[in-house]
């Protein structure tokens, strides 16, 4: 039996020596997008706005309401852009991408981006990992 085991590990020790350099990290390390944003009078303009929210596959519907909710300010989308009604810094809104990413994009178990929102019924939401297939209910 400890020959068996010993035989066993020796296997695994070849073959993941034998693995591609890719296959040993899963190493992808998702990014999140930057706003580019200027200001225009009182108003935050984001020109890449369409840009991101294809990015992080969302549409941009869901989050023109969270920016509008979180900063307390009107905004809407006009073509590509993003206008909100108010002068911003770019680390406000950048910021406020983050928190959108980590609670509307990010697994919560395996940590990527490969997730979708589907409607539970009754206003209830939850997060679905296409790698790992986890589940989390969303909140807001």
């Known amino acids: 039996m ?27 390390r998702f990014e999140t997008p930057k706003f580019e944003y200027f200001t225009e009078g009182n108003k935050t303009i984001v020109k890449n706005f369409k840009a991101v929210a294809d990015k992080i596959r969302r549409e941009p519907s869901m989050l023109i309401k ?5 900063l307390a300010v009107p905004a809407e989308q006009q073509g590509e852009r993003m206008v909100l009604a108010r002068r911003l810094t770019g680390d406000m809104v950048n910021s406020k ?25 009754h206003g209830f939401r939850q997060l679905v990992c296409e790698s790992c297939g986890a589940r989390a209910p969303i909140k807001g």
């Open 97 to 121: 991408l983050e928190d959108f990413v980590s609670r509307y994009v990010i697994c919560k178990e395996c940590k990527r981006p490969d997730t979708n929102i589907q409607e539970m019924g």
């Open 66 to 70: 969270f920016f509008s909710k979180e």
């Open 2 to 28: 400890a020959d068996e085991q010993k035989d066993y590990e020796q296997l695994l020790d070849n073959v993941y020596k034998n693995l591609p350099e890719k296959a040993k990290h899963s190493g992808e």
